[in-house]
T-cell receptor, first 109, second 114 residues
């Protein structure tokens, strides 16, 4: 059983569409991070959310941390082909950074 | 470029063998983390070191061991290798000890056990 459950696992959309990826847990995390990983590369940090209810925007990406600090979402507006990749959420707990299984996003032209 | 260097990038070895993966953290980072990534398991936390001392342990097998040296580079030793150990192994580094401000990942070592 994954401590962090991401949904959906796979997402294939057309360029210009909007999408939301979810990261859920029954546990409380002191912070949640979102990473993007491309094939053959290591994950790259996109954002860290710390406060319950926090919303952070990074250009077309909007990240939200749940009020209870157990879940988070990533919303992408007007997706581009360059957004294609594996999106991973990760929660900090007891000194460890625990990752979800990831959402494989494919944006088609 | 994250500033984290992992060597080698690719490694092919036979079952039963032993290999050593190396990681140089970003300049100034004291923490090093090791992760294993496979298709069916995702990114699994193995172990963390901070300034030479073990700080946290995850799902690391007894056949695996790691250490962090005085110059802060780290090595992950995998022994008695099995086919199921084939995976991408990532090293990450951060300034702090825990709680995670930001972790920077290397490009990984792809291990293939045949």
């Amino acid at each position: 059983t994954q401590l962090l459950e991401q949904s959906p696992q796979f997402l294939s959309i057309q360029e210009g569409e909007n999408l939301t990826v979810y990261c859920n847990s029954s546990s409380v995390f002191s912070s949640l991070q979102w990473y993007r990983q491309e094939p053959g590369e290591g994950p790259v940090l996109l954002v860290t959310v710390v406060t319950g209810g926090e919303v952070k925007k990074l250009k077309r990406l909007t990240f939200q941390f749940g009020d209870a600090r157990k879940d988070s979402s990533l919303h992408i507006t007007a997706a581009q082909t360059g957004d294609t990749g594996l999106y991973l959420c990760a929660g900090a707990r007891g000194g460890k950074l625990i990752f979800g299984q990831g959402t494989e996003l494919s944006v088609k032209p | 470029d994250s500033g984290v260097t992992q060597t080698p990038k690719h490694l092919i070895t036979a079952t039963g063998q032993r290999v050593t993966l190396r990681c140089s953290p970003r300049s100034g980072d004291l923490s090093v983390y090791w992760y294993q990534q496979s298709l069916d398991q995702g990114l699994q936390f193995l172990i963390q070191y901070y300034n030479g001392e073990e700080r946290a342990k995850g799902n690391i097998l007894e056949r695996f061991s790691a250490q962090q040296f005085p110059d802060l580079h780290s090595e992950l030793n995998l022994s008695s290798l099995e086919l199921g150990d084939s995976a991408l192994y990532f090293c990450a580094s951060s300034v702090g000890e825990g709680g995670f401000t930001e972790a920077f990942f290397g490009q990984g070592t792809r291990l293939t056990v045949v």
